[in-house]
C-alpha cells in the first residue's frame, strides 16, 4: 500500500506541477498578448502620427509655393500699371502699337499662369479698396465709378485690391 500511496502522490504533486507549469504558462501568454497589443497601439500611433506630418508637410509646401509665385507677381505688377500708363499718352504711333502688343502679350502671360484682373462693375470689400466715395443718382447703389488701380486675384486669393472710386 505504501508503494500506492507514493504513486499516489507523485501522481498528485505532478498534477500540481503541471497545473503550476499550465497556470505560469497562461500569464505568460497574457503578458504576451498584452505586450502585442501595446506594441500594435503604439505601431498605430506612429502611423497616424506620420500621416498627419505628411499631410502637414505637403499643405505646408503648397502654401509656400502659392506665397512665392503670389511674390512675384506683385513685384511685377507696377511694370505692368507703367506700361498701360503710356499706353494713355499721344506718341509715335508705331510705338504706341509695339507697346500695345507687349500689354497684350503680359495679360495673357497672366492669364495662362492663373492671374486674373479682378472685375469692377459692383463694390465688394473682399476683392475692392475703395479709396473715393461719391453721391450721384446716376449710378447705382455701390456701383464702382472709377478704378484708379485694377486689382489681381491668383485663383482665391488677391494678389492686390483694386483701388475704386464708388458711388453711392
Known sequence: MDKEKKDQEVENEAEKNDAAEVNSQE???NETKKQLAETADKYLRVLAE??????RSQKERDSIYGDAYVDCIKNMLPIIDNLERVLTLD???RFMDGLK????QTHDAL????VHEIECKTFDPNIHNAVMHI???SYGEG???EVFQKGYIYGEKVIRYAMVKVAN
Open 50 to 55: 506620420y500621416d498627419n506630418f505628411r499631410k
Open 111 to 114: 492669364n495662362k499662369m492663373g
Open 135 to 137: 453721391e450721384d443718382e
Open 91 to 93: 506718341g509715335d504711333e
Open 143 to 145: 456701383e464702382i465709378v
Open 101 to 104: 502688343l507687349i500689354v497684350n
Open 27 to 29: 500569464k505568460e501568454l
